[in-house]
Each structure stands twice: as structure tokens, then as C-alpha cells.
């Protein structure tokens, strides 16, 4: 089919090019090039010369210099007629045609480069049939989590930063009281929290699964939810059966859980399911609300994931605007014009001290949480924005989406890899 439809147009298109060539060159076979009707006039314009001549309509010198005009025209013409380009017309039609032959040779030799003609059609039920393939044949989650830590163990990445000492001491200090008292929840659910600051994801997701293991039937719906996120995440991004599990326990907990269902979409894009991701992810798009975390990454690829589901013509909300964040107001952009760089610092300063402790008391979106990062690497306080960073992942250690944009920051400052 495709190679026919491929013909079918080569033929359309040379038809569209080569019409108009031939039937110009038929009609111009059927009559005299411009310059024979132009000397027949000219030829004509001198017998007038000389009858008006005759007649005494004109004097001599007048018709001296008509004659020498139309003379003049009559050698131009009788150039034209006799100059080999004016036969051009005549090739107009083999040139044309071996245009089009050297554009289709062109696009033939460019498919067979770049493209796959040995490729067979792939219908609708075979795509599908290949991404429950896909879904049948995904890894174990100890067979994800080993090939996640092979390819870290190979991959060249910067060494990740030590994290605070005094932090350090406080986990370890956690990790003795849970070998005492192993079944104490509250602290099952710090140390989980607590071993993914510290980047790692196998200790924290043990823990997570301590936690849901103690809880059994009562376990809640985002208990679930983070143990099916942190097993994700320890396997390198992939959703294995183990964790689809929890994660289905999660909803049935909560049908309306936002991360579950979010954690759902991906699911079945990660298995080549578009049409089941997509409503999914729209319907958490149209409910928001906006500054939720996982909306930034619904948005990014609702329109290629809606164009794949075969919905092209779906349009998403409109963004809101975003919130402006905090700043200097006009005045003080002003009075900054003439200050001294000593005094444009401490201004400075006192704008990220003010943010630091709004976002201290009454607490933050997570951009402001990564504008604070970016200021205080700016001013050479990186001790202190480490900090910052380790707080703003205790604040958002339920949502791996909020995180995102304040991981962003921290990696531009240098703080994680």
C-alpha cells in the first residue's frame, strides 16, 4: 500500500509539472516564434514609408530617419529569429522530464538511507498485541533494581556531594532504634523519608515496606502510593509487576489519589498504551489544581500523548499565570541604580533573608524553594544552601514532581549530581 500510494502521487505530481511544458510546446509547434510576426510588420511600416513619400505626406529627411528606425528593428527581429536560444522552447519538455526523474531518484536514494522499506505494516491490533508483549515480559523488581545499580556502577557521573555530618549521625542514630523497636510505624515511615534523603533508595524502600507490611489490610492509600514510587524509583524508573501491585492496592484504597492515578498514566505509557495513559493524565490536567506537581509534566506532553491516543484535535486548559514571585518592587529598583556594590549586596541579602524566613513559618511553592537554592549559590553560600536543600526534601518527600524544579536548582548549584 504504501509503495502504491508512493506512485500515485510521483504520478500526480508529474502530470501537475509536465502539462502545462507539453501542451505550451504543442501550441508553439502550431505557429510562428514572435519574430516572424514582428518583421512582417516592420516590413509593412517600410512600404508605408514609402507611400507617404509618394504622396508628399513626409519629406526626405523624415522618411531617412523612419527608414533607419525600422531598419534598426528589423535587424533586432531578424537577430531573434535567427538566434539558437529561441529554440530553447523546443527542449523545454525532455529537460523537464529529466528533472522530475532526477527528483524522484533523489527521494528514492534518501528513503532507502534514512528510511526502513523492509519494515512491515504495523495495524492497530499488532501494536497492541506488542504492548501487552511488553507488559508480560517486564523485569522482576530485583532484576530492575540490579540493572538500575549496574547502570549507575557504569554511567560517568560526578560523585554526589557528602551530605551534613550532624545528619548523617541522626539517621544512624534512627536506623539503631528501628533494629530495637522494628515495628514502630512513625519511625518506619521517618527512617524511609529519611535514607531517600540521603539517596538511598533500596534502605528506603525496605523501610516503606516494613512500614506496609506492619500496616497489612490497614494501610493507607498514599503508604502504598510512596512504596510504589520509591520502588520505581530504585528500579531506574520502571514500574515493575511488584510495584504495579501496591500501586493498584493504593487505588482501591483511593480511587481519587492524584499520584496513584499519575503513577497509573506512566504506567501505561512506560507499556505503549497512549490511548488507556491519556485520559488518565487528562482528566488530572482539567481537575488541577494548577500548582499541583505532577501538572507541570501532564502539560508538557498532553498534546503529543493526546496526538498518540489519536485525539489530535484535543486542546488542554489554558495554563494560569504564573504567580509572581517575590522581588524588589520599583522603588527599589530605582535606589539600587544608586547604590554602591556593597550596598546593592546587602539589599540583596535581606531580600533572600526575608524569603528564607517566609518559607520557614508560613511555608512555599516549590519554585520559591528553588529560587532560594539559586540565590544562595549565587552569593557563595553553598554550605548554606545545602541546607536549604536537604530541608526542601524533608518538606517534599511525598511528591517526587514538587521536588523536581528544586532538584533542578540544587544540580545548578552544584549540590547534587
Not at 535606589?335 to 546587602?346: F, G, I, L, S
Not at 516549590?366 to 553553598?382: D, N, Q, T
Request: proline share 8%; charged share 25%; hydrophobic share 50%.
Amino acid at each position: 500500500m504504501f509503495w502504491i500510494i508512493c506512485a500515485v502521487l510521483v504520478l500526480a505530481v508529474a502530470a501537475a509539472v509536465l502539462g502545462p511544458v507539453w501542451r505550451a510546446r504543442g501550441a508553439a509547434g502550431d505557429s510562428l516564434p514572435a519574430a516572424a510576426y514582428d518583421l512582417r510588420v516592420y516590413r509593412d511600416q517600410l512600404r508605408e514609408v514609402d507611400r507617404d513619400l509618394e504622396r508628399g505626406v513626409i519629406g526626405a529627411e523624415d522618411a531617412a530617419r523612419l527608414r533607419t528606425e525600422i531598419g534598426r528593428k528589423v535587424l533586432e527581429a531578424d537577430r531573434r529569429l535567427d538566434d539558437p536560444g529561441t529554440g530553447a522552447r523546443g527542449h523545454a519538455g525532455p529537460l523537464a522530464a529529466l528533472a522530475m526523474l532526477a527528483a524522484l531518484a533523489g527521494a528514492v536514494a534518501l528513503y532507502l538511507r534514512e528510511g526502513a522499506p523492509g519494515a512491515p505494516d504495523l495495524p492497530l491490533a499488532g501494536r497492541i498485541a506488542a504492548a501487552e508483549r511488553a507488559y508480560a515480559d517486564r523485569p522482576s523488581q530485583a532484576a530492575a533494581e540490579a540493572a538500575a545499580a549496574a547502570d549507575a556502577g557504569t554511567s560517568a557521573r560526578q560523585p554526589a556531594p557528602d551530605p551534613d555530618p550532624s545528619y548523617v549521625a541522626l539517621v544512624e542514630e534512627l536506623r539503631k532504634a528501628m533494629a530495637r523497636n522494628p515495628d514502630d510505624p512513625q519511625g518506619l515511615a521517618l527512617l524511609a523519608t529519611s535514607e531517600m534523603r540521603l539517596g538511598n533508595l533500596a534502605a528506603a524502600r525496605d523501610a516503606q515496606q516494613r512500614l506496609v507490611d506492619l500496616r497489612g489490610d490497614e494501610a493507607r492509600a498514599d503508604e502504598l502510593m510512596q512504596l510504589a514510587a520509591l520502588m520505581m524509583e530504585a528500579a531506574g524508573g520502571l514500574i515493575t509487576p511488584e510495584a504495579e501491585a501496591y500501586l493498584a492496592r493504593s487505588l482501591r484504597a483511593d480511587p481519587a489519589l492524584p499520584q496513584s492515578r499519575y503513577l497509573l498514566g506512566m504506567l501505561q505509557l512506560q507499556n505503549g498504551r497512549p490511548d488507556r495513559a491519556f485520559p488518565i493524565w487528562r482528566r488530572l490536567l482539567e481537575e488541577g489544581p494548577p500548582t499541583a506537581p505532577w501538572i507541570a509534566p501532564i502539560r508538557a506532553t498532553i498534546a503529543d500523548l493526546a496526538w498518540l491516543a489519536g485525539q489530535p484535535d484535543y486542546t488542554p486548559p489554558e495554563a494560569p499565570a504564573a504567580p509572581a514571585l517575590p522581588g524588589p518592587d520599583a522603588e527599589a529598583m530605582a535606589a539600587a541604580e544608586d547604590m554602591t556594590p556593597e550596598e546593592r549586596q546587602q539589599m540583596i541579602a535581606g531580600m533572600v533573608e526575608r524569603l528564607e524566613a517566609r518559607l520557614a513559618e508560613n511555608g512555599g511553592t516549590p519554585e520559591e524553594w528553588a529560587r532560594l537554592i539559586s540565590a544562595l549559590a549565587v552569593m557563595g553560600r553553598a554550605d548554606h544552601a545545602g541546607k536549604i536543600w536537604a530541608e526542601a526534601q524533608d518538606r517534599f518527600a511525598q511528591s517526587a514532581e514538587a521536588l523536581a524544579p528544586i532538584r533542578a536548582a540544587a544540580q545548578a548549584a552544584g549540590l547534587v549530581e
